[in-house]
């Protein structure tokens, strides 16, 4: 499926992104990561060039904040025609409580999860209409099933990567764009050990209840779902549990955050 295709992933310089840069590598597609930190880009490079099947393999890097429109658009310059697939993996997090999150997270959160995703789609489907063809896959998160207590400034920006993703899912089909969305449960990346490091007491109890994949199953469950087609794709059984118990779930949820804050 990945042989002679171009993939375009941001956020593939790490994590959950770096891991899907290696398996289309391995697979024979052409790679490009895009990320800020030119150095984490570098050693990615070398990680991924030990994946290399074929000599006419591309791998590039390009260093640009998916945040920023127009530096984005002049990064990617003439090359935007070569992409068939669109990996938005790049993201943040930042969990606290409400209350003690500084307000100008809930922005600089939006800012890269939610608009970030939009800028590089933006850039990429017009010339994917052109060739008729593209999909685009968006990494969401498991916090956009449940809203769950430590996360009002993180899960806000998924559910917005979920109903964008739904939106233009029904707009580009009749171009010959598929889109999916991905519900990644904890996952074993450098993101996951920063949220460690600020989560409330009450969110680590509640996390502490599900398991963490890898990021190689992860890639390799997103790359599965993929090649299905499907839509809403969810990495390992439990994620798939618990999205389709999201009521119960949800309610069990709150009612133990709220037991716990008394
Ligand atoms: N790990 C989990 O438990 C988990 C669970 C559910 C969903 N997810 C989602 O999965 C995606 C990947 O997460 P991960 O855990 O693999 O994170 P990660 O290891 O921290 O990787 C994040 C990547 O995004 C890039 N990035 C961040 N801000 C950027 C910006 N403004 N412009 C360009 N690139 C940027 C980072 O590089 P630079 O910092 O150098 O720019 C890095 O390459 C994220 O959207 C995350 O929210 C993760």
New binding site residues.
Partial sequence: MKKNKHVLI?????????ALAKQFFAEGASVTI????KD??LSAQHEIERQRVGPEQILDTIS????KFSDLSAALGKSLSNFDILIN?????YPGKFIDLDQKIFGEVMD??YI?TVNLTKLIVPKMIKNKTGYIVN?????AVIGIYGYSAYAPS?YAVRGFSRCIRAELKSYGIDVSVVL????D????E??RTLLPEITHEINKKGGVLS?EKVAADIIKGMRKKKFTIIPGLEGKILYLLAPIFGRYFYHFAVKMEK
Wanted: aromatic share 2%; glycine share 14%.
């Fill in positions: 941001s956020g593939g310089s790490s994590g959950i992104g770096l895009i990320a800020r930190r984490v880009l640009v904040d998916v945040t993996s790049a993201g943040i997090a890269v999860n970030g990494i969401s998160s498991l916090a998924k990644p449960p904890d996952t990346t450098p993101q996951l920063f949220e990021p």
